[in-house]
C-alpha cells in the first residue's frame, strides 16, 4: 500500500525554465510533507517542508504547495539549474506514530538541460 | 555531509550468507531509522530506534535485525540472504523521534549485492 506516491518517474526540462514535481498521499491526517534531492552516490538531502496548516513554503528558488483537499502537493524550482539534476523524494510524516520516521515516495529522476 | 556515517559503502557477498551493515548518527542524534531502496523503488521504512529501543518497526523480514548500542551507533543484520535482498540501505538519523516532526539526515547508503 503505497500511501505517498510519485507517478511521474522522470521529468526534463531546459535550463531556466520551471520544473514542477508532483505527489499524491492517501491518508488525509498527514500532517507535515517534505522534499528531498538526492545525487548518485549520496545519500538524500532535505530540501524543503511544508506544514498541513500551510498552503504554500517558499525557500529562494524552491517553492511547495499544498493542497490538502486533493491529497496533493507540488514542488516548483523556479527557474532550473543543471545542477538541480537528480532525484527527488517526496516525503510525508506519519500522523500520531510519535516516530517522526518518514513515507517516501518512489523519487522523480529532474534532468536539466542546459 | 550529513555527520551520518556508514559502512561499508559496497558490500558484494553471495545467497544463503549474512551480512551486518553499521551506522553511526550525527553527534547528539539519538534515533536511527534503516531505509531500503531496492530498484527503481522508493525509500522502504525498515526500523527505528531511539536510545537503543525500538521504535518503530516498518515491513521489515524476519530475516533481518537491528540493534542500537549504548554509542548509539546502529547495525543491520542481514541473513539467509537472496537475491531479492539486493539494494541500497539508508540509515538516517534525527536529534528527535518521538513524534516531533523533524527532518532526517541520510548517510551516503551501503549498497549491497548478492549474487
Known amino acids: 500500500d503505497q500511501q505517498v506516491k510519485q507517478n511521474s518517474p522522470s521529468l526534463s526540462v531546459q535550463e531556466g525554465r520551471i520544473s514542477i514535481l508532483n505527489c499524491d498521499y492517501t491518508n488525509s491526517m498527514f500532517d507535515y510533507f517534505l522534499w528531498y534531492k538526492k545525487y548518485p552516490a549520496e545519500g538524500p538531502t532535505f530540501l524543503i517542508s511544508?506544514?498541513?496548516?500551510?498552503d504554500k513554503n517558499e525557500d529562494g528558488r524552491f517553492t511547495v504547495f499544498l493542497n490538502k483537499s486533493a491529497k496533493h502537493l507540488s514542488l516548483h524550482i523556479v527557474p532550473s539549474q543543471p545542477g538541480d539534476s537528480a532525484v527527488y523524494f517526496c516525503a510525508a510524516s506519519e500522523p500520531g506514530s510519535n516516530t517522526g520516521k518518514l513515507i517516501f515516495g518512489q523519487g522523480t529522476t529532474l534532468q536539466v538541460k542546459p | 555531509d550529513s555527520g551520518v556515517t556508514q559502512t561499508p559503502k559496497h558490500l558484494i557477498t553471495a545467497t544463503g550468507q549474512r551480512v551486518t551493515l553499521r551506522c553511526s548518527p550525527r553527534s547528539g542524534d539519538l534515533s536511527v531509522y534503516w531505509y531500503q531502496q531496492s530498484l527503481d523503488q522508493g525509500l522502504q521504512f525498515l526500523i527505528q530506534y531511539y536510545n537503543g529501543e525500538e521504535r518503530a518497526k516498518g515491513n521489515i523480514l524476519e530475516r533481518f535485525s537491528a540493534q542500537q548500542f549504548p554509542d548509539l551507533h546502529s547495525e543491520l543484520n542481514l541473513s539467509s540472504l537472496e537475491l531479492g535482498d539486493s539494494a541500497l540501505y539508508f540509515c538516517?538519523?534525527?536529534?528527535?523521534?518521538?513524534?516531533?516532526?523533524?527532518?532526517?539526515?541520510f548517510g551516503e547508503g551501503s549498497r549491497l549485492t548478492v549474487l
Open positions: 538516517a538519523s534525527s536529534v528527535v523521534g518521538t513524534g516531533i516532526t523533524g527532518e532526517l539526515f
Open positions: 511544508i506544514s498541513s496548516i500551510k
